[in-house]
């Protein structure tokens, strides 16, 4: 019950203080219209590439191969060449080999679409004119079957990695800046978290807190609760005006997307009050969260779109809930979305033990 | 019943001595004045009574029961007004006086009645939704009492609770401690304002550098120097007044000068009003008033330290 009401009184006070609401709701929303507008361009799948070859092979009963025909003589305009292939294994390896950008498989069930592991640019173009062709074809019923599917193969272990149609859609720059701010927004809802505690001994309320008959815990518990509910219902109220006025997209998961960012809330709470308790004076836990979050922003694809998310930028939060959010928007991808959940829980437990163990051992708050 | 007791009470930070070997007893019902200078170890002594600090030896007894044993009963029973203003500004008279009362367990219809209460009690009925951001001084002072008293502590600890606030509010605030007493609340009052202590306690501690130096009544206290009286002189203006001078003559101890009241502090036994006057009068120093007063507890703690309460 105390608990209960320490978060209320957080959510309270977090919510009248119009610089906390500014940088929560009102910049966020401003930078995600101004990127997506500025951006709109850039985002559109103009880049000029040089030719590119397709492998195909068709399985003698394909329903649509009349219209197969029709879309291959159409992209040759667009440079994208499409040759026939002789058997299935030789072409993927080609594939492989880079000297191909994919590897088309048709047969009565659908299309196969084969790519390099490491995505190219030629593949995702190809990837999306199937694409395109699998749209119009279900909607003007041409294909002759209930309803045509592109599957897109990884080649390595030749799982099926997207597997319906509505894969692969691109992100627009609304669409991906839409998440990438509400993701960075929350982040930086570290820098609140910081003061969570120093706050109440600054104002020297910690010592009505402490003198109150509540435990530490209880008083430590309630303001984390507090933070991460308020700052929840700012990402929702983002993501609210992003998605019906902007016209955003966040996918079909929307329910595990929120799940996603309300674990990067709760890690951005914990890395706050760790920093918080471990530095001398507020003073220089500003200067460390403002390196922090100047750094994880820079290599992040906050302000730009990062094609490739591997290796140490991986170990960049912004870039992992990033990563999990497009995963589950545009790929219908659970995994990355999982291993970011995890992670954010991990890693905030562990903050929020240390902060617990810290505290404990001083004298007031 | 002795609602608090100190034994042997000592605070160390690092080599020095805040609170020394203090022992102490709070009956049921009792204004206990703790007097003492900056620095003194009031609020010290008062953290560590309301478990905001550990003791490093001693024990503390609330209603008979050792602190450390029983600290949220000990908690429960405990009202603290910190001698810092500790309010939420973002919050409203109101939310902050609930907040804090809800702390203690009250809920629902109690919760508000009480809270009500407590903010009629210091004169802020009207204010319940004013934000104490914009309060002056006093009213913010009110405010953190009420934070302290709404959920009804039988020992209601203030720590220096009238400091920088006008005349009014002070008077104001005395009354209602009173009052608070009289409605059965014991009080820890902590001031270096001897007049404020003399007005209000029915029985005083006088600390220095963290121990007890005397203990007892106003009347007991006042006993220790019943050899001295004060003589209070108004003048016009202080301009001329040289202090070495006035303390060359017969008896006189010290000399205070208050604006433009002149405190002499002196021998009871040596009778040299009429060498005092003569010295304001050659120097044509208006004199608009004499009184001669005997001693209070600005003197008792003089007598006993060497040095005024207030430097
Ligand atoms: N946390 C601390 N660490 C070190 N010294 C401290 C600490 N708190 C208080 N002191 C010292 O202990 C002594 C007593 O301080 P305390 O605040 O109890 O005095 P006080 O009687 O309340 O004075 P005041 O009238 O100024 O409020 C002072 O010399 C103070 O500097
Ligand atoms: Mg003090």
Known sequence: MNIVSIAIKEMKTS???PTTLFFALGLPVILILALGTIFLDSFKSTITIGDMKVLYMEQPNTPFSKEFQMFMNEASNSKVFFEKAENPEDSKKKVEQNSYDGYVELNKHGIYFYQNDNKTIGGNVI???????????????????????????????????ETTIYSNKQPRAIDYFSVSMTTMMILFGTANAIHLISEERKRNTADRLIVAPITKLEIFLGKIFGSVFINTFYFLVVIVISKYIFNANWGANLGVVIFVLITEVFLATSLGVIIGSITKSAKVANSVIQVVAIVTTIFSGTFYKMEDISGVFYLNPLNWVNEAILDLIYANDFSTATLAIVLNIVVSLLFLLVTITLLHRREGL | MKVLEMKGLTKKFGDFIAVDNVTLTVAEGEIFGFLGPNGAGKSTSIHMISGLLRSTFGQI?????????????????????????????DLTVYENVKFFAGLYGLRGSRLKEQVAEALEFVGLSDKHNSY????????????????????????????????????????????????????????IYTSHYMEEVEEICTRIAIVDHGKVIVEGTKEQLQ???????????????????????????????????????????????????????????????EIRSVEEKSSNLENVFLTLTGRNLRD
């Not at chain 1, 062709?133 to 592109?150: E, R």
């Not at chain 2, 007894?61 to 500004?89: S, W």
């Not at chain 2, 205070?256 to 044509?284: G, P, T």
Request: glycine share 4%; charged share 25%; hydrophobic share 40%.
């Open chain 2, 223 to 285: 006993a220790v120097v019943t050899d001295k009286k004060d003589i209070w002189i108004e003048v016009k203006s202080n301009k001329n007044i040289r202090a070495q001078e006035i303390e060359k003559i017969k008896g006189v101890e010290s000399i205070q000068i208050d604006e433009r009241v002149i405190k002499i502090h002196s021998d009871m036994d040596i009778n040299n009003l009429n060498q005092i006057i003569q010295y304001f009068l050659s120097n044509e120093i």
């Open chain 2, 132 to 187: 104490p951001i914009n309060f002056s001084g006093g009213m913010k002072r009110r405010l953190n009492i009420a934070c302290a008293i709404a959920h009804r502590p039988k020992l209601l600890i203030m720590d220096e609770p009238t400091v920088g606030i006008d005349p009014q509010t002070r008077n104001y605030i005395l009354d209602s401690i009173k009052k608070l007493n009289k409605m059965g609340s014991t009080i």
């Open chain 1, 127 to 161: 990837q999306g004119m199937l694409n395109t062709f699998v749209d119009q074809s279900n909607l003007a019923n041409s294909a002759k079957v209930d309803q045509l599917v592109l599957m897109t193969m990884d080649m390595k272990d030749d799982y099926i990695k």
């Open chain 1, 15 to 17: 919510f009248r203080n």
């Open chain 2, 61 to 89: 007894n609330i209603l008979g029961k050792d602190i450390v044993k029983h600290r949220k009963f000990a908690k429960m029973n405990i009202g603290i007004v910190p001698q810092d203003l500790a309010i939420y500004e």
